[in-house]
């Protein structure tokens, strides 16, 4: 049986009343990376932000590690969970290497070669030079601080890597690397990814599972394959007429 390391039960999320998430029962399983699509406004990065605590449903709850996040600090909580988010969030005011060192230096205490060490292996996996190191944001293209984001949230060593729309802003070839590094990050370390996009062929390329979303609900939650050939409604049949332009075999 596979474990499970991110459980959601009897979620609903109201705004103005409004219910804007409900979720009966999710459960994600560790090691997996699940992508979650859907359109504008359907409840992604709400979803995504109960996972840290970001956002707390009005009932239901979530649980980590089979431990009800409501019951935990969730400042510890967030220290384990790694967090990129669409643009930059780096500090400005600190280099790449300032910005990378953060949380493992918070970790590792005095230990500063360990954590230099971790932040070139970082560097490196992301695809930076270590000549950008001691750049500051502003100095940096859009992909590169993106990439910098990414080292920065692994180089904690998270479990969980929450991203969303982590690729946007970027151009479409530096967009293909970023996906071909993350595939490649998920392989290698087995950190549990939720990846929040709006692109279908994004979804299907990277998710070793997906979960359609519309106007807050769940459409789908299903391997890629039978996403494609064993769409469960028309919405997810549309989705899929929408953004056919990847290949088979390049869905994992
Ligand atoms: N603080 C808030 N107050 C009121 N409504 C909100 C608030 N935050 C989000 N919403 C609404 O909740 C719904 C879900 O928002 P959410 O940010 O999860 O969407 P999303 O799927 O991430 O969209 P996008 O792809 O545009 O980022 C939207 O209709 C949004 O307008
Ligand atoms: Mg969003």
Redesign the pocket.
Known sequence: MAEIIINMKHIEKRYNNVPVLTVQDLEIEKGDFLTVIGSSGCG??TLLKMINGLIQPDTGNVAVNGTDISQTDLISLRRSIGYCIQGSILFPHMTVEENVSYVPDLLNGRNKTKTRQAVSKWLKIVGLGDDLRSRYPSELSGGQQQRVGIARALAASPEILLM??PFGAVDSITRKQLQTEIKEIHEQTGVTVVF?THDISEALYLGTKVLVLDHGQIQQYDTPQNIIHNPENDFVKNLLKDGFHYSEEEVS
């Open positions: 992604k990065t969303d729309e929040v």
